[in-house]
Structure formats: C-alpha cells, structure tokens
C-alpha cells in the first residue's frame, strides 16, 4: 500500500490555489488504499515569519481549514510538522550530500528574490527540509500543485545522493498533481501564481463583500464586452473553470468567444464567480466555524497524529544515521 503525504504551510491566510493544488486533493485521496500523512509545515513557515503569535494563529487556521474541508483524522494523519523535530536531522544528512547547484537551480526561490523577497539562508535550504519531509516517511507520492513538482524531483535527487554514498536508505517519491491542469496552477488576482507572499490571494472561506472587494481585484483590460475574446486568457475565467461544471463553464466561453450584444461583461463573470465560491464553499465555511468553538478537538487530533507521525519519522532517521556511521 502506497505512503502519500503532503503539506502547507502556515504562512498567511489558505487560498484557492492551495486549496485546488493541494487540500482539495488530499482529502480526496484518503479514500484510497494507503497510509495518508499531511502536515502543517511550520518550520517552513519561519522563513517568512511575521511573529510566534501570528504563527500560531496560522497553524491553528491550516489545521481548521483541512478538518472543515473533510480530512477525517480516522483516515489520515494531520501533525505539526515542528512536533517531529527529526526532519531536521534528517535535512542536514542530506544537506552534507547535496551540492549548492542544486539548490541555486530552485524556481521557487529565483521567483521569490524576482519578487523583492530578501532571502534568509532557510529560504534558500527550503527545499532540503522538504525533502527531510517527504523522505522521513517513507513517501512514495506526494500529491502538489505545479509549483512544487521541482521540489519533489530535488528530493528524488537527494534520496539518491544519500543512498549512493550510504546505501539504500531513503524510498524514491513521485509527485502527483491535480488530474486537471487549471488546478495545478491557478492563477492570482494578477493573473501571476496564486501565492500567499504575493499578496494576489482569494482566502477559502473569504465571503460577502470581502469576497466581493477581492475578485473585484481581478485584473481585466478596458475592451468592451462586445468585443470577441479568447476565455482561456481571461483571469475571472480561468477561475471560474474551477467552479462551474463543464457544461456551464462551455456556454459562458461560447458567448465571451462570439461578442457582440449578448456577450457577457468582466462584471458578470466576477458576479457568477462570487456566487460560485460562497456555494462551493458553505458547508466546509459552516464546519468551520462550529470547530473553532472547539479548539480541543483541533489540538487532539493534531496530538495524536504527531505521535503516529513521529514514530515514523525516528526509524528513519535511525536507520539514516546508522548508515551513514553516526551509531
Ligand atoms: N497557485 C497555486 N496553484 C496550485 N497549487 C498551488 N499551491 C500553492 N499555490 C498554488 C499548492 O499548495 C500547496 C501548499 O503550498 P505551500 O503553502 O506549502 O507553499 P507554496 O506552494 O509556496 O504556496 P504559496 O501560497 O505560494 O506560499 P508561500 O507564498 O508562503 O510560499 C503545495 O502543494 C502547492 O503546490
């Protein structure tokens, strides 16, 4: 039976691309044969670290926002990733048998210095914790969005470095991405890669007339509804791709595509994405709001799964360090 683990960070508030490249996804997936491990990852989250209190309302929110969406602690494990200090053993062993190459080719980091981001060396060692992650338990998929798929393979890569030095240690993982491709990348107010340190976000649960002032910050150009266009490069369409279903996603494309009097105008298509997410996301806004009156239900279940997760993570780090001639 496979091993899938995945995981968040805490770092701002859960957006739709989060919740389409990955969360949607993971609870999907514990329906399948297989032990499911996701984390909350926290260490990550310090390399961009607004302080311990907005830290740990953070942590707290990724741990709501995945057991309202569904994840059901009887199918798979939720845990801080802090609360198995072992990855971080297991990041400088595979530190010491990866080269700064690697580490320099990183999109994700050369996107986030383009940005203006003034990098701390954990934003630049980032991908070797990751790696600590995925390896410390032996994963062997690691359902991601797009923008994390170089991640994974820089795993692959590292497991690889470590098991040729020392032996076969560490698993092989693959990456699995959202069988349909708008999900695997989708797209910000902006139209750049929805990102929390982009400040280009729509939050899960945002509703009402926050919901409406954010999609109301969708780019759009000044050309008239009438004028024919092509949906597929329209930012409120390719959001909207991910509410509506096929049929009705199809018949808005037909009249945006042919213009003319009945074509509808960019402040349709924002109004119908509006209704779209506050529908898709009411029950799991409901579920929600039920579970924060209840913070010793969050913090049990995040309990009980770093103790399943740990154990886990210490027979590999044995068995790492074993090899590699530290006992
Ligand atoms: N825009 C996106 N489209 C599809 N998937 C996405 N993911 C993130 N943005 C999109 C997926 O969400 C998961 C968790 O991501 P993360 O929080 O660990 O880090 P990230 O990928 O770097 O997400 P952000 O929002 O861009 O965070 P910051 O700005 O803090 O770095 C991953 O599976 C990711 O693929």
């Given at each position: 039976?496979?091993?899938?683990?995945?995981?968040?960070?805490?770092?701002?508030?859960?957006h739709l691309g989060n919740y389409f490249g990955a969360l949607a996804q993971h609870v999907a997936l514990?329906?399948?044969?297989?032990?499911?491990?996701?984390?909350?990852?926290?260490?990550?989250?310090?390399?961009?670290?607004?302080?311990?209190?907005?830290?740990?309302?953070?942590?707290?929110?990724?741990?709501?926002?995945?057991?309202?969406?569904?994840?059901?602690?009887?199918?798979?494990?939720?845990?801080?990733?802090?609360?198995?200090?072992?990855?971080?053993?297991?990041?400088?062993?595979?530190?010491?048998?990866?080269?700064?190459?690697?580490?320099?080719?990183?999109?994700?980091?050369?996107?986030?210095?383009?940005?203006?981001?003034?990098?701390?060396?954990?934003?630049?060692?980032?991908?070797?914790?990751?790696?600590?992650?995925?390896?410390?338990?032996?994963?062997?998929?690691?359902p991601v969005g797009k923008d994390q798929?170089?991640?994974?393979?820089?795993?692959?890569?590292?497991?690889?470095?470590?098991?040729?030095?020392?032996?076969?240690?560490?698993?092989?993982?693959?990456?699995r991405l959202p069988a349909a491709a708008a999900e695997a990348k989708v797209p910000?107010?902006?139209?750049?890669k929805m990102?929390?340190?982009?400040?280009?976000?729509?939050?899960?649960?945002?509703?009402?007339?926050?919901?409406?002032?954010?999609?109301?910050?969708?780019?759009?150009?000044?050309?008239?509804?009438?004028?024919?266009?092509?949906?597929?490069?329209?930012?409120?369409?390719q959001l909207l791709k991910l509410f509506l279903?096929?049929?009705?996603?199809?018949?808005?494309?037909?009249?945006?595509?042919?213009?003319?009097?009945?074509?509808?105008?960019?402040?349709?298509?924002?109004?119908?994405?509006?209704?779209?997410?506050?529908?898709h996301?009411?029950?799991?806004?409901?579920?929600?709001?039920?579970?924060?009156?209840?913070?010793?239900?969050?913090?049990?279940?995040?309990?009980?799964?770093?103790?399943?997760?740990?154990?886990?993570?210490?027979?590999?780090?044995?068995?790492?360090?074993?090899?590699?001639?530290?006992?």
């Amino acid at each position: 039976m496979p091993t899938i683990l995945s995981g968040v960070q805490p770092s701002g508030q859960l957006h739709l691309g989060n919740y389409f490249g990955a969360l949607a996804q993971h609870v999907a997936l514990q329906h399948e044969p297989g032990e499911h491990f996701y984390f909350i990852a926290d260490y990550h989250a310090l390399t961009t670290s607004k302080g311990a209190a907005e830290l740990r309302e953070r942590v707290r929110d990724v741990a709501l926002s995945y057991l309202a969406l569904g994840l059901d602690p009887a199918k798979a494990v939720l845990f801080r990733q802090s609360d198995v200090p072992e990855v971080t053993e297991l990041a400088w062993l595979l530190a010491c048998v990866t080269g700064m190459g690697l580490l320099e080719r990183a999109h994700s980091y050369k996107d986030k210095l383009a940005h203006g981001i003034r990098p701390s060396v954990g934003l630049f060692t980032y991908p070797l914790l990751m790696a600590a992650d995925i390896l410390a338990y032996d994963s062997d998929q690691v359902p991601v969005g797009k923008d994390q798929v170089q991640h994974v393979e820089m795993a692959q890569d590292m497991a690889g470095y470590f098991n040729g030095a020392y032996g076969e240690v560490f698993k092989r993982p693959e990456a699995r991405l959202p069988a349909a491709a708008a999900e695997a990348k989708v797209p910000g107010l902006d139209g750049e890669k929805m990102s929390k340190s982009y400040g280009n976000t729509i939050w899960i649960f945002e509703s009402g007339k926050a919901l409406k002032k954010r999609i109301g910050a969708i780019v759009t150009d000044s050309r008239p509804p009438e004028e024919p266009k092509d949906p597929e490069g329209l930012v409120p369409c390719q959001l909207l791709k991910l509410f509506l279903s096929a049929e009705e996603y199809a018949q808005w494309c037909e009249r945006i595509r042919a213009g003319g009097p009945g074509a509808p105008g960019y402040g349709h298509l924002k109004l119908r994405l509006q209704e779209a997410i506050e529908q898709h996301f009411a029950a799991a806004r409901a579920e929600r709001e039920r579970l924060v009156q209840h913070p010793e239900q969050v913090e049990r279940v995040l309990r009980d799964g770093a103790a399943v997760a740990r154990a886990r993570a210490r027979a590999t780090r044995d068995r790492a360090l074993q090899a590699c001639g530290l006992r």
